[in-house]
């Protein structure tokens, strides 16, 4: 109820649904059961979920691009998001404002619903948010947000005074010196996941890892305080019980009942009760870098056997597979937000697996990628989009970045597909060569933007820039909305909508380009634009005839393997 009075239906429906189907016929709220609540409630949680996510016309894109009076920065980052969402987070992404010592949540539009400050009254002029040693967890309502240094739980129901988010309680995670700075001596050290995107981890001052969390559920949070496990109230923060002598950079999962904690090296596990901390047993579990993603007890698995590649769901408390599929050597792993993992190997096969119970949701193939290095996919309420990645070769005299703002944003060089969810068949390949793309956009725009920052060094000259290329797609059909130079340096992308209005803007630091989606019918054309290669948009000059006559002869080749491989699936026969 207090949702729906905030207009946050869409966070509301999975409680109704909750009511609904846990407590139908349960007495919850004044005589009344879960189904008849869920009765009264719906129909405004799903009136306020239809106006916040309104569908985006299918026609003309008209684009009006202007100056403006420029950002000097990226203002918000996303933070990493460890275990389940639960209903209230699974349309919000969790950034942090590291210049106004704040995080924020935004929906899956791009637009801010809540910010709450995490700077304490007596560090207030003390900066020591990093981004990259960050990360959340939820437990219901309440934010677990990890600053490496402390742990900090955020209630998003909107109690405090100003009617936001505000800060319930915070603990610290190391013993500073008096008289010293809280982030002096804390560094930070990347480790490379399973799925090719590293993930950065707070040490101290003695290389000590810090800042590790464990499962946040209804009856306990937990996280890592140096040597100790500490166990506390969800809602009060104060220990419930405290265990010592833990490994520093232990990984921690599990359910109500039961605690799981594993040695950063791989070691013997510890299976604990989660009531009281006592040792059940002592247990092999697949070691943590095996590890893409923990559900309760349960672990999904992603490792080396016998000269192939495993996906698995395992069972830590019953010590077994669940459930398994296999793959080359070869293939690429990426997870598809909480509930499912898409593979892609190098002849092309594509498939999304479901975590729940490992039933495959697509199972496809497209055209063979032999040197592929990474794959991407963002999953949408109608399609899955697919990105096999490919090195990117440069350009003589010309130097490509992606956007700066966050770690891990790659170089897009290769094709985006489209697959329908229902039918599971494909609807569209774009070509993207090179690319920069933010991996962090907001899941319900209706195009996908790349953005890169690029440098020119003509032969025996001065490097010249950087300037900026936006590209924008059209994440239903793969047609090309906007590929420009454009006039200012990339210092980062802000991205707002107007969904009323079916309307976004995207700002970079002195132009804005706004994109407005209507039913008005599409321009006439034999074949839709294909993005531009960067280095071969007209704007980039010194190429000579020989450098051209070798990249197409190198184009051609490519086109004729390509048909070659699989003529039927491109509508040629041989």
Same mark, same amino acid.
């Given at each position: +109820?207090?949702?729906?009075?905030?207009?946050? *239906?869409?966070?509301?429906?999975?409680?109704?649904d909750r009511l609904a189907?846990?407590?139908?016929?349960e007495t919850c709220l004044e005589g009344k059961t879960g189904r008849e609540l869920a009765d009264v409630l719906r129909p405004d949680a799903e009136a306020q979920s239809r106006g916040a996510n309104r569908a985006w016309p299918a026609g003309r894109v008209d684009v009006k691009e202007s100056k403006t009076q420029g950002i000097a920065h990226v203002r918000s980052v996303p933070l990493e998001f460890r275990g389940p969402r639960g209903p209230y987070f699974a349309d919000l992404t969790i950034e942090?404002?590291?210049?106004?010592?704040?995080?924020? *949540?935004?929906?899956? $539009?791009?637009?801010?619903?809540?910010r709450v400050s995490l700077a304490p009254d007596d560090r207030r002029?003390?900066? +020591?948010?990093?981004?990259l040693i960050s990360h959340v967890r939820a437990d219901g309502h309440l934010l677990i947000v990890s600053l490496g240094t402390e742990i900090v739980a955020v209630d998003t129901l909107g109690k405090s005074p100003q009617g936001g988010a505000r800060v319930v309680w915070r603990r610290e995670l190391t013993d500073s010196l008096p008289g010293m700075n809280i982030v002096q001596g804390i560094n930070q050290r990347m480790v490379q996941m399973p799925w090719g995107v590293p993930r950065f981890m707070a040490h101290d001052a003695f290389g000590k890892p810090i800042g590790v969390t464990g499962p946040a559920t209804l009856r306990y949070v937990s996280f890592l305080k140096q040597r100790t496990?500490?166990?506390?109230?969800?809602?009060t923060g104060e220990a419930l019980w405290i265990r010592h002598n833990t490994a520093p950079g232990s990984e921690l999962f599990g359910d109500e009942r039961h605690l799981f904690v594993t040695p950063p090296d791989g070691g013997e596990s510890l299976l604990l009760s989660a009531a009281d901390g006592r040792e059940i047993r002592r247990l092999e579990l697949p070691t943590p870098d095996e590890r893409v993603a923990s559900y309760g007890r349960k672990l999904l698995t992603w490792k080396a056997v016998a000269g192939r590649m495993r996906l698995a769901l395992y069972d830590a408390l019953e010590e077994k597979e669940l459930w398994r599929h296999d793959f080359p050597a070869s293939a690429r792993l990426w997870p598809v937000d909480a509930d499912e993992a898409a593979v892609v190997d190098r002849s092309g096969r594509f498939v999304v697996v479901s975590a729940a119970d490992g039933a495959l949701q697509i199972d496809a193939r497209i055209h063979p990628e032999p040197n592929l290095t990474e794959a991407y996919v963002f999953r949408t309420a109608d399609a899955y989009l697919l990105i096999p990645n490919t090195p990117f070769r440069h350009r003589e005299g010309i130097n490509i970045q992606p956007i700066s703002g966050h770690y891990g944003n790659p170089l897009i060089n290769g094709y985006l597909y489209g697959f329908d969810r229902k039918t599971k068949k494909q609807i569209f390949r774009t070509r993207v060569p090179g690319h920069g793309l933010s991996l962090q956009q907001p899941g319900a725009l209706p195009m996908l933007v790349f953005a890169s920052q690029v440098y020119e060094q003509p032969r025996n000259g001065q490097v010249r820039g950087p300037h900026?290329?936006?590209?924008?797609?059209d994440k239903r059909t793969g047609r090309m909305l906007y590929d420009k130079q454009l006039s200012s340096p990339l210092q980062g992308i802000d991205i707002s909508t107007d969904a009323a209005r079916h309307r976004i803007a995207v700002q970079t630091f002195r132009d804005k380009v706004e994109f407005t989606f209507t039913d008005e019918p599409l321009p006439e054309a034999s074949d839709p634009a294909q993005p531009k290669e960067i280095g071969a948009l007209p704007q980039f000059r010194g190429k000579g005839v020989g450098d051209s006559i070798v990249d197409s002869a190198a184009e051609l080749g490519r086109a004729l393997r390509e048909v070659?491989?699989?003529?039927?699936? $491109?509508?040629?026969?041989?």
């Open positions: +109820h207090l949702l729906i009075e905030r207009e946050r *239906g869409s966070d509301a429906l999975g409680y109704v189907n846990e407590f139908a016929n942090m404002d590291q210049s106004q010592q704040a995080i924020l *949540g935004k929906d899956d $539009l791009g637009n801010e619903r809540w002029n003390v900066n +020591h948010f990093n981004q496990l500490q166990v506390v109230d969800p809602l900026a290329i936006l590209l924008c797609i070659l491989s699989n003529p039927v699936a $491109l509508g040629y026969t041989l």
